[in-house]
């Protein structure tokens, strides 16, 4: 394995993702079976491909571009369950400050208010 690239997280997902090829192909007969048998295959090849690499920098820049992509997807899950206790909390209204792009909490009913971010002190208006 000497200047080979060996494994990262690209190619940690990308077996995971070929081992469930594997157990839906199970599930299914003939060209479905086929179809999935066939995704299995080409993602060992590529895990294979890419652990040998010795283009360092290339397997470097499209791990960089998968941990991206798959830390947008993380937060989007983890923001669930904060986007319901939102929902579900009818005493605050929240919004986000124009300035900074933090989000904020007000207390519900008081007309028009000042706000003004504890991030980056920038007053506004607000209907709450
Ligand atoms: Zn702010």
Known sequence: MY??????????????????????????TGYVRLIFTT???????????RAFSRNHQQRRRENYGFLKLWNKVKGFFKSIPAFFKRLADRKHKYF????????????RKRGKITVTCPRCYVRFDKKS
């Open 3 to 28: 200047g080979r690239y060996g494994n990262d997280q690209l190619n940690n997902f990308v077996i995971i993702l070929s081992l469930a090829f594997c157990i839906t192909s199970m599930f299914f």
């Open 39 to 49: 995704l299995q295959f080409i993602a060992v090849i590529y895990w294979f491909a």
């Open 96 to 107: 986000k400050c124009p300035n900074c792009k933090s989000r904020l909490r007000v207390p």
